[in-house]
Every structure is written in C-alpha cells, then in structure tokens.
C-alpha cells in the first residue's frame, strides 16, 4: 500500500474532472457588498478534502471535506449571492452547502462554462464517495491516515511515524504495543514499513475477530461459505426468508475474489462485505422505502414538522434565513412556520417578532419553499401562518403564495361537495395547504350565505403566548384579516381549544387548535384517552414554550403516544429530541408522512399509554441486545493526543412503561475497534410506539460524557441478527466509516 502520491477515489483514476479539480484554480469567493476576494481552490491528493488559500494570518490551513458538503447549487439560489451579486452573473455563480450549521461557501466562476466544470466535478467526486460502500470508505480513511503518518512523504513508516498513525486512527497504544506491531510488519528488518508491510499493517489493524468467529461457524466448505451455509446462516441467525438464488445473488454482489466467486463460494472478505450492505444494516429495507398505505386521511399520519423554520439558531437575537426552510425541507419536514410581519415597501418580513432576530422577505421565503418543498419527499407540505401583518400586507402575502405557487396551492375542497373528512396524502401529492385563521366556515363556500363581513379574528395561539410575555394583558387580542388570505386557509383552519367536549360538538373535522407544550403535556399525562379520541377526527399542533428562547426542544415522544400529529420542533437545535423525531421519520420513503397505528386512528379507542389496559396495543416483545464491538469512532477533540474513551448507550423510548436505559462498560483509548460483548434485555409492551435509540459518547468522570454518535429507529424497523449500526452526527447526518456491531433478536414474551 503506497502512501504518497495520489490516492485517488476508487473508479475515478485518470478521470477528467478529477483532474481539473486536482489542478484547481482561481473563483471569487463572496461574504458581503463589500468582501468579495479571489482565493485559488484545490482538491487535495487525498481528492477527499478542499483546500483554498487564505491572506489571514497564523490561520490554520483551511480545508474542508467532501463529506461534510451536502450539495452543490447553480447560479444565484443561495441568499448570500442574491444580496451581494448583480443578475448578469447567475450563470457564472454557485454555492457549496454544507452539512450541519456551517454557512454555505458562495463563489463566482470566470465563465459559465468554468462554473458549470466546477459544479459538476465536485459533484461527480461527492456522488462516486456516496456509492463507496462502508469498507470501501473505511480504507479510502484509512488510507488518508496512513499519508498524513508519513511526514517527509517518502512513502515509508518509520517506527515514530507508526505512533503517530495509531493516533490518527484513534487508538492509545502503549510503545511496547507499537515496537511488537512494528516488528512484526517490518519483514525486511530495514527499520521502517514500505509496500506489502504496510499492507500487512493495514491488515492486522482491519480484521475483525468476531466477524471471523461468526464466519467460521457456517463456512463449512473447505473454509469457505457455499450457498447452503449461507442460507443456514440467513435462516437461523438474521432470521431472514432466505433461498438459494438470494445466497447466490450475495455471492455474485459480494465475493471480491472471483476464483472463489466462479466456484459459487463465500470468503471471509465477501462475508464482511455483506455485512456491509445496506438491506444487511440494522433498519428493515422494507420499512426504508416508502411501505405504508397513503390514501388515508391526512389526520391519521405523524407528520414531521418544524418550529420557528426561519431561525438558524436561536430566538432572540439569531439570523432568520430562507436557508433554514430549506434546510429543514430537505430533512423532510412537511410542517413548516412562517412569522410574519408588516415590512418596509409594502413588503411582508418574517421574523421572530419583539426580538433582535433578523428579518427576510415572505416572498424570499414562498420562492425558497416552492423551490424544495418536494426534492426529499412529494408529499404534502404545510404552511403554518402566524400572521401579524396589517390587512394591505396580508393581501400582498396572499398574491405571492398565489403567483409564486400557483396550481400546487390548495384554495378550494378537493371535490365538488362540501368535503367530510381530509384528503389523503396520496391525493394531495406536491400541494400545499395554508394553516391559519378563517373569517367563515367552509361551509359556506357550499350555501347561497355570502362570506362573512366581520374582518375581526382572535390571534393565534402562539401570538397570545408573546402577548403575555410581552404587553401582560389578559385581553385577547384582535387582528383584522384580509379575505384574500383567509379564503386561502382550506383543510387547516386555526381555532381556540376550549376542551374536548367543546371540539366535539361544535368544531368541524378542518378546524385544529395549536397546544402550547406544557398544556399538551398535561393534557397528554391527565387526559390521555381523550387526547387520542380528539386527534382521530382533528388535527392537533404542538409548539414548544416561549421560555425555550435558546431554541430548545421538548421530548415529543408523549405527544405521539397521545395521538397527535404534529409536533413541531426547532430543527435548527441539535439535541436527543431531534434524534428521535428523526428516528421518526427515517422509515416510509423519508416522506414525512408515518401512519398512526390503528388504535390511534380509533374514535372508540380504550387505548390510554399511562394506564395501559388490555387491548390490540399489548404486544409484550423481550428485545436481547448484544452490543458486540465498535468501528472507526470519530475524535470529540482535535487535539492530537486525545484518544476516545467509548461507551454505548440502548435507550428505548415509548409508553412510560417502556422507557428504559442500559450502557456498557467503558473501554479506555480506543476508538478505532472497541470491544464490549455485553448483553442487554428490555421489555417493551407497544412496540408500536416505541422507538431504540443506540448512543455512543466518550466517557468523561469529570465533565461528564461527549456525543460521539447516535442512531435511532422505530422498534418495529429492526432487523435480527448480526447487523451493523451506522451512526449519525450532531446534526443527523452520517459519519462515513463509523459504526457499532451487534446482534439482536426480539421474541415474544
């Protein structure tokens, strides 16, 4: 294995724009009116990582990965670059959107065609990395270790240079340790490891004890797996529906040696790389894809849904950006807010009112979310109003939505009589629906009466709470309402909650109330059955309270049990209770759209998940995990010397009798190939509701623990057997080689 030179990506060597982008050159990057500097950009021999040049002085390299870059954008669509750049240059402009928080890097081209080159290269390099499979990006990390080990670059390592490798890949390891893995790779004793001891290096640090434990159990074929051992081991271990023509495709997708491949034979490497596939991954392939009936009425779905979308960070004095819409679509969210409020110019603005927060345009915001309302899922997205704006403001918001939207807005029932129930998903594909006050019925659109003449609405309930907080008046406060946009407001209209009763015998299936977190709280622990009852005919919205002014979030795993819908979040915050509502959503196409379960979709249900009496519901599963071993684990610090201190935590997360934590022992200075072999066992009764949530952290005693990464997923979405769990980061997105392996099996108690 060489080390210096090029290290190419797998099937891109001598490739054209690989090329052009490992020569580089100049692009004008853009931060303001005023900064915008030409700095000369460069794929690193790695052809992983970016590099540009920067004037700052005692600045650190500045670099960035490919794998933290999201997406590319052409032309002027990012908000920087509509501010700060003319027209005439779209076609010469694009942005790198990156992952996480980081803001996007704007950047003007010389030409179209140079823009063009750019956008589609790094593309081509970002796609080629996002096909690598788990071992593939595991030795192309490997591989960018071994070449920052190797300091004077001439493709050897010394014993020094061997330390610093360990370091880099996560492992302490002891000089004793170190000179015993030296010697033992430096067959032609010259004192330092070039070529095949390299190889052998990279060989000893990969394998996979266990896996070769499990392996050598089934290859019973002069050792080897044939296709009937594999299917014994698909059988009896993964409990999967296993034939001879799926051990057969396995083989022929898997065997990286073809002698063994042509002989219909399993190795030890083409087992791994099985174990690497993702219908092989702990999430059913089945749940992963979009699996669920969607012609029900929209009511009877979870719907994923956003708080505050505006806000990049928090809610007093951060950015309001249609980045953030954007963002939180592409997560997606189908639920999303808009604050809005009288602008200068007979301009709408959203924005976080009584705060320092900044303004954006409503019509930035319209032409953001018509733009990437349906790229992640083609399903329904919902535009929450909270509307401030005065009655000439309002009509100019209701022109935009109208012109900039058009036909994909919904602004009349679906059919020709006065509709009964919701449409369904499925018929309201690539629509969006208006959340907010109505001066009428819908009704009325149906009867000879004319529409109302009173142009006098309460609030909505959110607006109230900044009342309170801010003017502490008792009195609710009124707003006039222009017809254009109430006319708007169809399936969603927003009214006050005056209890269950109330709801029942005076509101009509549109009409939804939003709950502010600590009411529905209360509501969901003290009135649970009700709760549920009232969410199989409305529509209920869960808003966190306005105390949480750091965007923080509330657990709305409560919230679901009790049946409702949606149960917005800050998206922009990273925190346990996004990992979980993004556990959510991850199954059913990413659709935003997750079907309740029947006995929340029930209008006699007895269902109630603080007491849990018998019924349907009851369905008492013993989940054994066995937390087996950890792979490539990501530093929490730069430092060079710091080494992660793993632990894994299985949280279940459900009905309060499911809720349940178990964690491993630590194991010290090893985050490259931890080993634990520890045995958990839950009992959960609503497997239904319940979600497994795997934490990895760093064990601190002083600090207390850092977020290494986490995965969650519905319990029902579990594969058994051996299966490897990919984890996440901060903001839910993947950490390419980093991973847990375990075995699980759910049996019936």
């Known amino acids: 294995m060489e080390t210096n030179g090029n290290d190419s990506q797998p099937g891109l060597e001598g490739d054209p724009d690989l090329q052009f982008l490992l020569q580089g050159g100049d692009l004008l990057k853009v931060r303001s009116q005023s900064w915008k500097k030409t700095r000369y950009f460069r794929l690193q021999e790695d052809c992983k990582t970016m590099w540009h040049e920067s004037k700052k002085l005692f600045r650190k390299t500045p670099t960035f990965s490919l794998d933290d870059v999201s997406g590319l954008r052409l032309g002027r669509q990012s908000e920087g670059l509509k501010k700060y750049t003319e027209e005439q240059v779209d076609s010469r402009c694009f942005s790198i959107v990156f992952k996480g928080r980081r803001k996007n890097l704007d950047l003007i081209a010389s030409s179209e065609d140079e823009a063009q080159r750019w956008v589609n290269s790094i593309e081509k390099m970002l796609s080629n990395l996002n096909n690598l499979n788990r071992q593939e990006k595991t030795e192309h990390w490997i591989f960018t270790c071994l070449?920052?080990?190797?300091?004077?670059?001439?493709?050897?390592?010394?014993?020094?240079?061997v330390k610093n490798f360990m370091r880099l890949?996560?492992?302490?390891?002891?000089?004793?340790?170190?000179?015993?893995?030296?010697?033992?790779?430096?067959?032609?004793?010259?004192?330092?490891?070039?070529?095949?001891?390299?190889?052998?290096?990279?060989?000893?640090?990969?394998?996979?004890?266990?896996?070769?434990?499990?392996?050598?159990?089934?290859?019973?074929?002069?050792?080897?797996?044939?296709?009937?051992?594999?299917?014994?081991?698909?059988?009896?271990?993964?409990?999967?529906?296993?034939?001879?023509?799926?051990?057969?495709?396995?083989?022929?997708?898997?065997?990286?040696?073809?002698?063994?491949?042509?002989?219909?034979?399993?190795?030890?490497?083409?087992?791994?790389m099985y174990l690497h596939k993702p219908e092989a991954l702990i999430l059913n392939p089945d749940h992963k894809d979009l699996y669920q009936d969607?012609?029900?009425?929209?009511?009877?779905?979870?719907?994923?849904?956003?708080?505050?979308?505006?806000?990049?960070?928090?809610?007093?004095?951060?950015?309001?950006?249609?980045?953030?819409?954007?963002?939180?679509?592409?997560?997606?969210?189908?639920?999303?807010?808009?604050?809005?409020?009288?602008?200068?110019?007979?301009?709408?603005?959203?924005?976080?009112?009584?705060?320092?927060?900044?303004?954006?345009?409503?019509?930035?915001?319209?032409?953001?979310?018509?733009?990437?309302?349906?790229?992640?899922?083609?399903?329904?997205?919902?535009?929450?109003?909270?509307?401030?704006?005065?009655?000439?403001?309002?009509?100019?918001m209701a022109h935009h939505m109208s012109s900039i939207l058009g036909s994909?807005?919904?602004?009349?029932?679906?059919?020709?009589?006065?509709?009964?129930?919701?449409?369904?998903?499925?018929?309201?594909?690539?629509?969006?629906?208006?959340?907010?006050?109505?001066?009428?019925?819908?009704?009325?659109?149906?009867?000879?009466?004319?529409?109302?003449?009173?142009?006098?609405?309460?609030?909505?309930?959110?607006?109230?709470?900044?009342?309170?907080?801010?003017e502490k008046t008792k009195n609710k406060k009124k707003l006039k309402l222009a017809k254009e946009l109430s006319d708007m407001v169809i399936y969603c209209k927003s009214v006050h909650f005056n209890g269950f009763e109330d709801a029942r015998n005076h509101l009509s299936f549109y009409e939804m109330s939003s709950f502010k977190e600590g009411k529905a709280m209360k509501l969901a622990s003290e009135?649970?059955?009700?709760?549920?009852?009232?969410?199989?005919?409305?529509?209920?919205?869960?808003?966190?309270?306005?105390?949480?002014?750091?965007?923080?979030?509330?657990?709305?795993?409560?919230?679901?049990?009790?049946?409702?819908?949606?149960?917005?979040?800050?998206?922009?915050?990273?925190c346990e209770d996004m990992d979980v509502n993004q556990g959510r959503f991850m199954v059913n196409g990413k659709s935003g759209y997750v079907l309740k379960p029947d006995y929340l979709r029930d209008g006699s249900t007895d269902f109630d998940p603080i007491t849990l009496t018998r019924g349907e519901w009851l369905q008492h599963k013993t989940l054994h995990v066995m937390i087996i071993s950890g792979q490539q684990l990501p530093k929490v610090s730069t430092k060079k010397s710091s080494i992660v201190d793993a632990i894994v935590k299985v949280e279940i997360h459900g009905v309060p009798a499911d809720v349940a934590e178990k964690e491993t022992r630590v194991v010290k200075n090893n985050g490259f190939n931890p080993s634990w072999n520890e045995n958990f066992q839950f009992d959960v009764y609503v497997p239904e509701l319940a979600l497994v949530r795997f934490l990895v952290q760093d064990y601190d005693s002083t600090s207390g623990n850092e977020f290494v990464g986490q995965y969650t997923l519905p319990f029902n979405s579990l594969q058994m057997g051996y299966r490897h769990v990919p984890l996440l980061n901060k903001t839910g997105d993947l950490l390419p080689s980093a991973g847990l392996f375990l075995h699980v099996m759910v049996v019936d108690a």
């Not at 070449?147 to 240079?161: M, Q, T, Y």
């Not at 019509?363 to 704006?389: M, R």
């Not at 679906?414 to 009428?440: A, C, H, Q, V, Y």
């Open 408 to 470: 994909a807005l919904v602004t009349k029932p679906l059919g020709e009589d006065m509709p009964t129930t919701f449409p369904s998903p499925e018929e309201l594909k690539g629509k969006f629906l208006i959340k907010g006050k109505r001066l009428n019925k819908l009704e009325s659109l149906f009867t000879e009466e004319a529409g109302a003449e009173d142009t006098d609405v309460t609030e909505e309930e959110e607006s109230e709470d900044e009342v309170e907080q801010k």
């Open 169 to 272: 890949i996560n492992v302490d390891v002891d000089d004793e340790y170190t000179d015993m893995l030296f010697k033992k790779c430096d067959t032609s004793k010259s004192g330092y490891l070039s070529g095949e001891e390299i190889k052998h290096l990279y060989d000893l640090l990969t394998d996979r004890e266990e896996i070769a434990v499990i392996y050598g159990e089934y290859a019973k074929t002069t050792g080897y797996m044939n296709p009937d051992n594999l299917v014994e081991f698909l059988m009896k271990e993964q409990r999967e529906k296993s034939s001879l023509t799926d051990a057969l495709r396995i083989i022929d997708q898997c065997e990286p040696d073809e002698m063994a491949k042509s002989k219909k034979l399993l190795s030890k490497d083409g087992f791994l």
């Open 527 to 574: 009135s649970a059955n009700a709760y549920i009852r009232h969410n199989v005919d409305k529509l209920s919205r869960i808003y966190p309270a306005g105390s949480r002014t750091d965007s923080s979030n509330y657990n709305p795993v409560s919230l679901w049990n009790a049946g409702c819908q949606i149960v917005a979040l800050n998206f922009q915050t990273t």
């Open 147 to 161: 070449r920052k080990a190797d300091k004077n670059k001439d493709a050897k390592l010394s014993e020094s240079e």
């Open 294 to 396: 969607m012609s029900l009425p929209l009511n009877q779905y979870f719907i994923s849904s956003s708080h505050n979308t505006y806000l990049m960070e928090d809610q007093l004095k951060g950015p309001s950006s249609t980045e953030a819409y954007v963002r939180a679509l592409l997560k997606g969210c189908r639920c999303v807010e808009l604050d809005c409020w009288d602008g200068s110019d007979d301009e709408p603005v959203i924005y976080h009112g009584y705060t320092l927060t900044s303004k954006v345009l409503f019509k930035d915001v319209i032409k953001a979310i018509g733009q990437y309302a349906f790229k992640t899922s083609e399903y329904p997205v919902i535009l929450s109003l909270e509307n401030h704006c005065s009655i000439e403001q309002q009509q100019v």
